[in-house]
């Protein structure tokens, strides 16, 4: 619907424009310990894909993340 001549526009923002900045969950020291597989702390584990992995559907995938392995079809 179009808006009437000369009224302000109003727009939707997601951020709330009072507080822009979040703390930190994280202490300096919490974030340079290793994990158990021995990955730093923001390294994410190794991934990888598939498609077209079932010939008889119409689409399918295969995924792993670390140990977990996934298939899916449709």
């Known amino acids: 619907m179009a808006a009437k001549p000369g009224a302000a526009s109003t ?3 997601p951020i709330d424009p009072t507080n822009k900045t979040r703390p930190s ?6 974030v340079d310990w290793l994990r158990p597989d021995s990955r730093a702390f923001q390294q994410c584990r190794p991934a990888f894909f598939r498609t077209g992995t079932v010939n008889s559907a119409a ?3 295969y995924a792993e993340f670390g140990n977990t392995k996934v298939i899916v079809s449709v």
């Open 25 to 30: 969950i994280f202490a300096g020291s919490d």
């Open 11 to 13: 727009t939707y923002s």
């Open 59 to 61: 689409g399918s995938a």
